[in-house]
């Protein structure tokens, strides 16, 4: 018994060696982008010099300094290949990165902390693109990122309309009848409320749900399982329990990608603009697009945050910015505005497979 307890460990202690080795190697992806070449030769020997004086255990110096040199060279061919990066918000396996590999499968998916760090990485050229979630079909607008529009340089390229499907995950071997406690972000555990009802779990609220399975990995807390995606499964070697155990089957939620520069053909726009506080301002703005039979597809306003008391509005529309018809009411809108800023013109999502 205590010799497969052991090799439970190693088999633990293996994944989690794996996930360090594929973060570093994003990393070093993430640097190929701040440097002019590949090939650096005084790095290489400053860290190999680094695991020589730390390889004090078991491993021994010329184990360590082999490795390590397997892992520079494995960097440098991952770097040679000119991958593109694409950023998220969040731990692997959130539904952010679902979304990322939808919109480039060939794309690597970098994680970021926040939001605003996945803005900023991709203005700094850290990364070529970053996708981030803009509404939901259930809980409406995500302020925090809509708030990030306002004062971005950069432009949207992309959608992606994502079907929202939970799991309910555990670590392998694990009885279901044993599972008391299921952690998950506050919003995944309301949409899952029948589930957890039904089944007598406490829930616990966590930061992230792919945060949540990462932390069931490497944790192991007794009697413990995860709502997360499917995906998380595969990345930390969790057992799905039970798929798609959300209560409202028509949970979507939209993102938006983000480049330096824009694309060159599309079908959907969007803008965001502030008015004057005078009656018929906004109306104005609406009339414009109405005038000529310009579909608007969403409108969100949300308080300026560094100007206390006035509202910017996020507005969509169907249409080409190549069409005379677009350009024409775009340059009437320009007049009837105090901030405007043209976010992109981009592909219109069709709703990823269920």
Known sequence: ????????????????????????????LVAKKLKEKTEDKKREDEVLERIKKKANGVLGQKF????????????????????????FQGEHGAYSEVAAR?????????????????????????????IVPVENSLVGSIDQVNNLFI???????????????????????TDYKDIKVVYSHPAALGQCRGIIERNKLEAKPYYDTA???????????AGAAVIASKLCAELYDLEIIKENIEDNKKNTTRF??????????????????????????????LKAFSDV????????????????????????????????????????????TVMFKFLGCYKEAKEAKK
């Open 1 to 28: 018994m205590k010799l497969e307890k052991l090799r439970k460990e190693i088999d633990m202690i293996d994944a989690e060696i794996l996930q360090l080795l594929n973060k570093r190697m994003e990393t070093t």
């Open 64 to 87: 360590s300094e082999d490795l390590f040199r397997r892992i520079i060279n494995e960097s440098k061919e991952l770097q040679n290949k000119e991958m593109k990066l694409i950023g």
């Open 102 to 130: 939808e919109f480039d499968k060939s794309s690597v998916s970098i994680a970021q902390h926040e939001f605003a760090d996945v803005f900023d990485a991709v203005t700094a050229d850290e990364l070529d693109f970053g």
């Open 151 to 173: 004062e971005t340089e950069l432009r949207v390229v992309g959608e992606i309309k994502l079907p929202i499907h939970h799991c309910l995950l555990s670590l392998p071997d």
């Open 211 to 221: 945060g949540a399975a990462l932390m069931l990995t490497r944790s192991r807390p």
């Open 256 to 285: 938006l990608v983000l480049a330096k520069h824009g694309v060159d053909n599309g079908n959907k726009c969007s803008i965001i603009f502030s008015t004057v506080h005078k009656a018929g301002a906004l109306f104005r703005v």
């Open 293 to 336: 039979g310009i579909n608007l597809t969403r409108i969100e306003s949300m308080p300026i945050l560094d100007d206390p008391g006035n509202y910017a509005f996020l507005l969509d529309f169907q249409g080409s910015d190549k069409d005379k018809k677009v350009i024409e009411t775009l340059e009437k809108v320009k007049q009837e």
